[in-house]
């Protein structure tokens, strides 16, 4: 029905054009609407709008199919007008009051936003843009909750519940990793300065998170980022960017000290600053003559390991 009446708005229809006969057949439907038979108000405009394709008589058929339940229809029209060169401020309001209620914010916003691009002062189009602002947010923290959930679940689920190897799962088991949360709050480094935990099984587990787009040390990052970010200041009083942006390699150290800072990617004196004597303790063959040397060396530029408040 919605095609068939906007073939006959665009003139396909072999009806006439009666201008004369179009403005009877509206003030009909007027008095119609006026007596509460809307129907005939409706079949009266169907009328007009075959005998002139006046945008007038093509909105208030709109309007009036919209309050008569005939959504699908209204909405064909209401697009149809909104396609013309300079679609009236009305029809983008009531098509983006559909589109809304349709759920679809973004054409609901377009409309309101081509409104206000010619008429930034529109009262009804400024207030109505931030009800379906609100209706966007609301979707969005909804689809992020969802997301979020379905995140945590994930992130519960027991490693016992992946194909690892007997020594790998043990290996989990004993550094009291639990879950897939747990695992990802893990580094390379710290896996492998655990006794017993080889290559091998690093492959394995690399392996299993990479097939689920996830990887060693993500769960992490973020804690990482905001520490840098907070003791950042501190160290620039310690000692100049310059300084701190230096690559370890100064601090001459011996091979097994430049070993444990690869294992822990650190690669300026500023990443080393913000490291504890603990997360460096343990570090595989890392030793107290190893920790010893490097607070020495890093006296040398006025700086000191990090420190737990």
Do not use: W
């Not at 309101?112 to 002062?121: A, E, G, I, K």
Request: charged share 30%; proline share 2%.
């Amino acid at each position: 029905m919605a095609h068939d009446v906007l073939d006959t708005m665009i003139g396909s229809s072999s009806q006439a054009a009666d201008p004369a006969a179009a403005k009877i057949h509206f003030q009909t439907a007027l008095q119609a609407v006026g007596d509460g038979q809307r129907d005939v108000a409706i079949d009266e405009l169907r009328k007009a709008a075959q005998f002139d394709n006046d945008p007038k008589y093509q909105f208030r058929l709109a309007y009036e199919l919209d309050l008569g339940g005939e959504e699908s229809e209204s909405l064909a029209i209401y697009e149809h007008l909104a396609r013309q060169e300079q679609p009236h401020v009305n029809v983008l309001l009531n098509l983006a009051v559909m589109y809304e209620d349709r759920g679809d914010v973004a054409q609901a916003e377009k409309c309101l936003r081509q409104v206000l691009d010619t008429n930034p002062n529109n009262a009804r189009a400024r207030l109505f843009m931030k009800d379906v602002q609100a209706s966007r947010d609301m979707y969005y923290d909804e689809e992020h909750a969802r997301d979020m959930a379905k995140r945590n679940a994930l992130m519960d689920t027991p490693v016992t519940d992946f194909e690892l190897s007997v020594r790998a799962r043990n290996c989990l088991k004993k550094m009291q990793i639990r879950t897939l949360g747990d695992l990802l709050k893990v580094t390379e480094a710290e896996l492998l300065s655990y006794k017993n935990f080889g290559e091998t099984s690093l492959i394995e587990i690399k392996s299993m998170l990479a097939q689920k787009g996830l990887r060693l040390g993500q769960g992490v990052e973020g804690q990482y980022n905001r520490v840098r970010s907070d003791i950042y200041d501190q160290l620039k009083a310690q000692a100049p960017e310059s300084v701190l942006n230096k690559p370890i390699s100064v601090l001459d150290l011996s091979v097994r000290a430049r070993k444990a800072l690869q294992l822990l990617n650190i690669q300026t004196l500023g990443d080393l600053a913000m490291r504890t004597e603990a997360e460096l303790m343990g570090v595989k063959n890392f030793g107290a003559t190893s920790l010893v040397e490097i607070r020495e060396k890093m006296t040398n530029y006025n700086l000191t390991l990090r420190t737990l408040d």
